[in-house]
T-cell receptor, first 113, second 114 residues
Framework: GQQLNQSPQSMFIQEGEDVSMNCTSS?????WLWYKQDPGEGPVLLIA?????ELTSNGRLTAQFGITRKDSFLNISASIPSDVGIYFC?????????????FGEGTQLTVNP | DGGITQSPKYLFRKEGQNVTLSCEQN?????MYWYRQDPGQGLRLIYY???????QKGDIAEGYSVSREKKESFPLTVTSAQKNPTAFYLC?????????????FGDGTRLSIL
C-alpha cells in the first residue's frame, strides 16, 4: 500500500527560528493535507493542497504540493511557543469519501522560549 | 457549536470486556471515520462509513465493530478479540459531494487496560 515518509521525526528549535518539515511518498497523491495535534487532542487542519505545484500560506505557515505529486513540505516562519505539537502530513488519492487518507508518522516540534 | 464530540475522554477496559466509544457530529457530514493512534505513529484507519447503514473495514478492523444507524452517530466497539486495545482513538468526519473536503477530527478517547 501507499506509504508516507515524514521527516524529521523531531525538532528542537529556539523561538523565532524558521522550521521546515517534509513528506515523501512512494506513489502519487491528488491531495496533500497538513494537520497539527496538541497533546491529548485531535488533529486540526492547517493547510490543504489540491494541485501539483500549489504553494499555499496560512499566516506564518506555508506549504507546497510537489510537482511530482509525491511530496509536500511545510514551513513555519518565526516560530513561537504555541507552535509546539505534532505535525502530520496526509495524502489522499481520490475525492470520494471512500478514498482513504494516508498519514505520515508525524514531526514532534519543541520550541524553546 | 458545530463539531465532532467524542466521549468519554478516558476509558478503561478489563480483560475480556467489550467497550464502546461514542462519536457524534452535528456538521451534517455524510462520511465518518475511526482511527487508532499509537505513540510515535501516524493514524491508522479502523472503519469508515460513507452513508447511513453502510460501513467498510479500514486497515486494522480486526477486533473492532461499528454501526451507523444515524447520520450523526458512528460508535466504535472495541471487542475482547482486540488483544492490544491501549491507544488513542480518533473519530473524523467530512462533507461529501461538493468536490474534495478535508476530514475534521474530534478530540479523541484514550483507552487503557486495567
Amino acid at each position: 500500500g501507499q506509504q508516507l515518509n515524514q521527516s524529521p521525526q523531531s525538532m528542537f528549535i529556539q523561538e523565532g527560528e524558521d522550521v521546515s518539515m517534509n513528506c515523501t511518498s512512494s506513489s502519487i497523491f491528488n491531495t496533500w493535507l497538513w494537520y497539527k495535534q496538541d497533546p491529548g487532542e485531535g488533529p486540526v487542519l492547517l493547510i490543504a493542497l489540491y494541485k501539483a505545484g500549489e504553494l499555499t500560506s496560512n499566516g506564518r505557515l506555508t506549504a507546497q504540493f510537489g510537482i511530482t505529486r509525491k511530496d509536500s513540505f511545510l514551513n513555519i516562519s518565526a516560530s513561537i511557543p504555541s507552535d509546539v505539537g505534532i505535525y502530520f502530513c496526509a495524502g489522499q488519492l481520490g475525492e470520494t469519501s471512500g478514498s482513504r487518507l494516508t498519514f505520515g508518522e508525524g514531526t514532534q516540534l519543541t520550541v524553546n522560549p | 457549536d458545530g463539531g465532532i464530540t467524542q466521549s468519554p475522554k478516558y476509558l478503561f477496559r478489563k480483560e475480556g470486556q467489550n467497550v464502546t466509544l461514542s462519536c457524534e457530529q452535528n456538521l451534517n457530514h455524510d462520511a465518518m471515520y475511526w482511527y487508532r493512534q499509537d505513540p510515535g505513529q501516524g493514524l491508522r484507519l479502523i472503519y469508515y462509513s460513507q452513508i447511513v447503514n453502510d460501513f467498510q473495514k479500514g486497515d486494522i478492523a480486526e477486533g473492532y465493530s461499528v454501526s451507523r444507524e444515524k447520520k450523526e452517530s458512528f460508535p466504535l466497539t472495541v471487542t475482547s478479540a482486540q488483544k492490544n486495545p491501549t491507544a488513542f482513538y480518533l473519530c473524523a468526519s467530512r462533507e461529501t459531494g461538493l468536490g474534495y473536503q478535508p476530514q475534521h477530527f474530534g478530540d479523541g478517547t484514550r483507552l487503557s487496560i486495567l
